[in-house]
Every structure is written in C-alpha cells, then in structure tokens.
C-alpha cells in the first residue's frame, strides 16, 4: 500500500469532517472506506494493492465535495487532483476516483443514474450500508436535528416524488421518522453489490424492527 496516499486522504478526511455533528464525521469516512475494502473482498476474494488503495480513499474522500456539506466542492476538488498526482496515480485512477466521489450520492442520482465504476459502487454501497443499521439509526437523527427537523409528527406524511431534484429534495421540510420511509429503507433494493446486498438485507431489517418499535411506543398511550 502507498501509505503516504492513505495518509494524506485521511487527512484531508480529518481537516474537514472533523467538527461534523451531521452523521457525516470522520469516523463516517473512515467506515465507508473499511467497508468498501471488506465488501470487495468478500465478492471478489483478492484484491490488489491499487484497487484496495482506490477503494480507501475514496472512502475518506467521499464526503468532502459533497455539495450538502459544503460550498467549497469545486476547491476541494482540485486539492484532491493535485495530492492524488502527487502520489503519482495515473490519470485513470484519478478520473475514477474524482467522477465516484461526485456522483455517488444519493440526492445526485434522484434525477437521473450515474453509472459509476465496479470501485464506485462499492464504495457507494459502503456509504448507503453506513446509512442503515443501528449506525444509520443513529446518523439520521444526527442529521435531523442539525437541520432542524422534528423528530416525527404525525400531521407531516412521507412524500416520495419520483425523479425529485437534489435541491428540492435537501429543501423539503419533512420530519427524520419520514426520512426512512422516503429513502432510507429504499436503500436496500438500490446495492450494487452481492456482498453490499447481503449486509444491506440484515442492516434495513434491523431499521425495521427500530420503526415498528418506534410506532408502537408512540401510539400505545392513545
Ligand atoms: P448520501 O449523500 O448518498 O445520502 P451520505 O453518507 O452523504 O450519503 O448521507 C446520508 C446520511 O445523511 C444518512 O445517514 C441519512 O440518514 C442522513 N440524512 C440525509 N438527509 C436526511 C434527512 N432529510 N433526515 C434525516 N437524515 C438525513
Ligand atoms: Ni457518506
């Protein structure tokens, strides 16, 4: 492994995630590029040295363009490039990692599919797997009381409108109980990947059993 690559990605991950109280920390990066290393592996059994290599900085990069985070995408790109040619990637490699990490989000791929490559869905399996389970749970109302949502509302119902832009989606006002009926537990129909699949399967049962539980607290008083 180019170690100093890895580094420096996790680096970059720190400098810019490190304060993130929206489900999108450091340590969100740090799983997403362990994941997408493991996931690979259990599909394809070996891995080479540069894919492992792509795979995790992608992974720590991934959120630092991402244009909810941040309205510096296009600065924080072309620090990217120039580390990425500094540690001597070739232009393949760097244009698969650039294109992954601005097209893997899921509000990018409302209006229309990226097709991203056989890494990057990997590691856009990593991140959505990172958004279900107990972890995804937990970053959802992270990220609902950042943006100051409610936590549910029973007058306020899940909208699901189909080819939805991304600002329109990031804008409408809806409550964090909603948000896993209108995209979290879409998310495991939408792996790209047997292993992603597989664990995405347990991860939304899991999501499931926390909603049927949560309904039931709320309206057993009534
Ligand atoms: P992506 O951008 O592909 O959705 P990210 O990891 O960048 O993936 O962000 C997804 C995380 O943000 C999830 O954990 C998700 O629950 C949370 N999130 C996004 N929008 C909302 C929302 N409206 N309400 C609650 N959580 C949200
Ligand atoms: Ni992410």
Known sequence: ????????????????LKDDTSGHDYFHAERVAQLAVKLYQQDHYSIITAQKEALTVMGYLHDIVDDKL????????????????????????????IYTITHMSYAQNLKQHYQLSLLGQYVQDSDRLDALGALGVARAFAYGGRHHRKIYDPAIKPVMIAGESARAYHRRKTTTINHFYEKLLQLPQQMNTNAGKILAQRRGAYMQQFLDEFINEWYSMY
């Open 1 to 16: 492994m180019n170690e100093e690559l890895i580094d420096s990605a996790q680096m970059l991950a720190k400098r810019y």
């Open 70 to 97: 941040t309205k510096k995408t296009k600065q924080r790109l072309q620090i990217i490039t120039e580390i990425l040619r500094l540690h001597q990637l070739d232009t393949m490699e760097i244009n698969d990692i």
